[in-house]
């Protein structure tokens, strides 16, 4: 089974642009979360997708944003960027069908804002 | 809400030497608590968990044990590799259906030498 997809592995953005990451959960997976990495704040969650529809969200402004399609796949969209988006995006796929489910990693989208 | 409290590191260890890094939580209910594991360049791979008080979770090697009374999740090992070099998070999840945000905590690289 393939495992978590995350594309591009690496993109480099200027101040002000906008940026689009996509997630490709393990087939079957229905809710995608979606983290940042940085050394400085660590592991946050940004949000969660289940069957379309945002179930959770963490604190980060409103210039990130995200959808889910109907096949599970998942994209995160930041507006506006700014030097402290850079990071490691990762995304994570579950089935759930309960609070113990394991959530299975991508490897990440490394973004890197001048 | 919900927070971890992870040892500091780094932590530099010889083989085969006895490993222990601490981990405290805050959560309200009965979280599921995880460690991960994160090898240079890789995304987060779910080392062990345990959903409930006095369970034990084991892998690899390493074991924790969820104890409810002092709020902890210590991850133990008691012979070190050189492949055992990573960055270990402590993490936990309200076992709540309908929310799969993973809180985690700082991070913990350790370093194994031969």
């Known amino acids: 089974k393939a495992g978590v997809t995350q594309t591009p592995r690496y993109l480099i953005k200027t101040r002000g642009q906008q940026v689009t990451l996509s997630c490709s959960p393990i087939?079957?997976?229905?809710?995608v979360s979606w983290y940042q990495q940085t050394p400085g704040q660590g592991l946050q969650f940004l949000f969660e997708?289940?069957?379309?529809?945002?179930?959770n969200k963490g604190n980060f402004p409103g210039r990130f944003s995200g959808r889910q399609f109907s096949n599970s796949r998942s994209e995160m969209n930041v507006s506006t960027l700014e030097l402290g988006d850079s990071a490691l995006y990762l995304c994570?796929?579950?089935?759930?069908?309960?609070?113990?489910?394991?959530?299975?990693f991508g490897p990440g989208t490394r973004l890197t804002v001048l | 809400g919900d927070s971890v409290t992870q040892m500091e590191g780094p932590v530099t260890l010889s083989e085969e030497a006895f490993l222990t890094i601490n981990c405290t939580y805050t959560?309200?209910?009965?979280?599921?608590l995880f460690w991960y594991v994160q090898y240079p360049g890789e995304g987060l791979q779910l080392l062990l968990k345990?959903?409930?008080?006095?369970d034990k979770g084991s892998n690899k090697g390493f074991e924790a044990t969820y104890r409810k009374e002092t709020t902890s999740f210590h991850l133990e090992k008691g012979s070190v590799q050189v492949s055992d070099s990573a960055v270990y998070f402590c993490?936990?999840?309200?076992?709540?259906?309908?929310?799969?945000?993973?809180?985690f905590g700082t991070g913990t690289r350790l370093t194994i030498i031969p």
């Open positions: 959560a309200t209910g009965y979280p599921s």
């Open positions: 993490a936990l999840r309200n076992s709540n259906f309908g929310n799969e945000k993973l809180t």
């Open positions: 345990a959903t409930k008080a006095d």
């Open positions: 087939s079957g997976h229905r809710s």
């Open positions: 994570a796929s579950s089935l759930p069908t309960s609070g113990a489910e394991e959530q299975f």
């Open positions: 997708y289940f069957s379309e529809t945002q179930r």
